[in-house]
């Protein structure tokens, strides 16, 4: 069965800061990996997708990298600012899932003070 | 990026009766929506996929007669929560599929309050 961890749970950064967010599946064999982002009391939205034959993706202040080996992801976040305070979900989908069923991790709740 | 619309966003409602929650995709097809449930502080849960045309899969230990959905048409998926009792109380969010790459976009949730 698919795990998916998140690391760290809870993360607070000043403005401006560079930072990494980590997410760790046990399972390699998968379809695709999905970053996405829930403010309060909202759905998600999605942020980055990376298919599994790819290692990363970028949008704006966002890249997202995937090594499929070790079953890790990275997000990186550039320049933080107090809108990017959110929880940030890392979810993969396994190969052989034909509804594309995702797995999530619990998420990174991340604080940018101003 | 493909758009989920959900609705009511939020809802309350007295004990014992039922609950219609919608999610539709705005500009793409979906042969496939996923209904999650989330509680507070906690990732989402899988309820069950719905396929358009047939009988949704649900996830083991959600009770199908308790959680209707129905996915009538490319578009639209619906999610009834009957017969509510406070402990259905809880955010209900609907995802679908986009074509090709698989990405999932996801509706912005339904507040459910049972009273």
């Known amino acids: 069965k698919q795990e998916v961890t998140q690391i760290p749970a809870a993360l607070s950064v000043p403005e401006g800061e560079n930072l990494v967010l980590n997410c760790s599946f046990t399972?390699?064999?998968?379809?695709?990996l999905q970053w996405f982002r829930q403010d309060p009391g909202k759905g998600l939205t999605s942020l980055l997708l990376i298919q599994s034959s790819q290692r990363e993706q970028t949008s704006g202040r966002l890249n997202a990298s995937l090594d499929k080996s070790s079953g890790r992801s990275t997000l990186y976040i550039a320049a933080s600012q107090p809108g990017d305070s959110a929880t940030y979900l890392c979810a993969v989908i396994p190969l052989g899932a034909g509804s594309y069923q995702l797995t999530f991790g619990k998420g990174t709740k991340l604080s940018v003070i101003p | 990026g493909a758009v989920v619309s959900q609705h009511p966003s939020r809802v309350i409602c007295k004990s014992g009766t039922s609950v219609k929650i919608e999610c539709r995709s705005l500009d793409f097809q979906a042969t496939t929506m996923f209904w999650y449930r989330q509680f507070p502080k906690q990732s989402l849960m899988l309820m069950a996929t719905?396929?358009?045309?047939?009988?949704?899969t649900y996830e083991q230990g959600v009770e199908k007669d308790k959680f209707l959905i129905n996915h009538a048409s490319l578009t639209l998926s619906t999610l009834t929560v009957t017969s509510a009792h406070p402990e259905d109380s809880s955010f209900y969010i609907c995802?679908?599929?986009?074509w090709g790459t698989g990405e999932l976009f996801f509706g912005e949730g339904s507040r459910l309050t049972v009273l």
């Open positions: 399972d390699s064999a998968i379809y695709n």
């Open positions: 995802s679908a599929r986009g």
């Open positions: 719905s396929n358009e045309g047939s009988k949704a």
